[in-house]
């Protein structure tokens, strides 16, 4: 299995060079880990050279969507590996995967478990909101989403189809035209992705969950996703389905305490995302379009 590692990148001189050396430390070392330096005005290219990347760099800022869509293109291996600039792979990530991947030949992409890299109320409420789905531990099985903060998808079920460029729910739109194409998107939970998120803070955490509530609305427009209804009914989001989605996540992954402590500050950030949601709604009916075609494209031939 040749593996091209590709590691989207802004302002991210202080972190991307751990993100680079956790996939070049691979059991089974990658063909190639390319960093798009995505119009960066720190010392992100050159941290990310130090650390043994090569480097692509956008003329304009592309978001993570468009710098992913440049690593793409660039990759000549056979597996597409994505991996977020302040995400930590463990070193069997690219064994597991390539395990899942000649296990079932349906199977087009493989992630896995996400972990705080940010001990602490700020870090925790980060993984818990955004990333409940992915914290179980009970077994391998199949999912509707993997994020690409890490996954690994093969490039024949990728073909023509590329990320929209966004920061906003382009990882769903991007897994949703793949399956689209025939298979499915795999879940193991023994490969363990260290997340050490940066904007930690109660306004950070408040602008995020906000645009969270955004990216909601517009997967939930374009795609079957759980909750869909919530478009058309938005006042059912007051009755705070996700935050009961994720209190019963937590329970089962063990953390009944950690979920009493963290509750307000749950509540918080629910309320963030509905309003993020309520305000993607209005601007959507308003204007009638997102900013891109409404999932993510498929290059000409």
């Given at each position: 299995?040749?593996?091209?590692?590709i590691?989207?990148?802004?302002n991210?001189?202080?972190?991307?060079?751990?993100?680079?050396r956790?996939?070049?430390a691979?059991?089974?070392?990658?063909?190639?880990?390319?960093?798009v330096?995505?119009?960066?005005?720190?010392?992100t290219?050159?941290?990310?050279?130090?650390a043994?990347a090569?480097?692509?760099?956008t003329?304009?800022?592309?978001k993570a969507?468009?710098a992913?869509?440049?690593?793409?293109?660039?990759?000549?291996?056979?597996?597409l590996?994505?991996l977020?600039?302040?995400?930590?792979?463990?070193?069997d990530?690219l064994?597991?995967?390539?395990?899942?991947l000649?296990?079932?030949?349906?199977i087009?992409?493989?992630?896995g478990?996400?972990?705080s890299?940010?001990?602490?109320?700020?870090g925790?409420?980060?993984?818990?909101?955004?990333h409940?789905e992915?914290?179980?531990?009970?077994?391998?099985?199949?999912k509707?989403l993997?994020p690409?903060l890490?996954?690994?998808?093969?490039?024949?079920?990728?073909?023509?189809?590329?990320?929209v460029?966004?920061?906003?729910g382009e990882?769903?739109?991007?897994?949703?035209?793949?399956?689209?194409?025939?298979?499915?998107?795999?879940?193991?939970?023994?490969i363990?992705?260290?997340h050490?998120h940066?904007?930690?803070?109660w306004?950070?955490?408040?602008?995020?969950?906000?645009?969270?509530?955004?990216?909601?609305?517009?997967?939930?427009?374009?795609?079957?996703?759980?909750?869909?209804?919530?478009?058309r009914f938005?006042?059912?989001?007051?009755?705070?389905p996700?935050?009961?989605?994720?209190?019963?996540?937590?329970?089962?992954?063990?953390?009944?305490g950690?979920?009493v402590?963290?509750?307000?500050?749950?509540?918080?950030g629910?309320?963030?995302?509905?309003?993020?949601?309520?305000?993607?709604?209005?601007?959507?009916r308003?204007?009638?379009?997102f900013e891109?075609?409404p999932?993510?494209?498929?290059?000409?031939?």
């Open positions: 299995m040749r593996v091209s590692v590691i989207p990148c802004r991210g001189e202080r972190i991307v060079a751990e993100a680079v956790s996939a070049l691979q059991s089974e070392p990658p063909l190639e880990v390319f960093v330096d995505d119009a960066s005005t720190d010392g290219s050159a941290a990310a050279r130090a043994g090569r480097v692509l760099r003329e304009q800022h592309r969507g468009g992913r869509n440049m690593g793409i293109d660039a990759a000549s291996g056979d597996v590996a994505f977020d600039a302040d995400v930590s792979a463990p070193a990530w064994a597991r995967s390539r395990a899942a000649e296990s079932d030949a349906a087009v992409a493989v992630g478990r996400v972990a890299g940010r001990p602490g109320r700020w925790d409420l980060d993984l818990y909101l955004n409940s992915w914290i179980d531990r009970s077994g391998p099985s199949q509707g993997i690409t890490g996954v690994a998808y093969r490039r024949d079920a990728v073909g023509s189809v590329r990320f460029e966004t920061n906003l990882d769903a739109s991007f897994g949703a035209a793949v399956l689209s194409r025939g298979g499915k998107l795999w879940y193991d939970p023994g363990l992705m260290t050490r940066e904007r930690l803070g306004k950070s955490f408040w602008r995020r969950q906000v645009d969270c509530g955004r990216t909601i609305y517009r997967t939930r427009v374009l795609h079957d996703r759980p909750g869909r209804i919530l478009v938005p006042v059912l989001l007051f009755l705070f996700h935050l009961w989605i994720v209190l019963a996540r937590m329970a089962r992954a063990g953390l009944p950690k979920a402590a963290l509750f307000p500050w749950l509540v918080a629910e309320l963030a995302r509905i309003r993020g949601f309520l305000t993607a709604r209005r601007e959507h308003k204007a009638g379009v891109r075609p999932a993510a494209r498929e290059v000409e031939a």
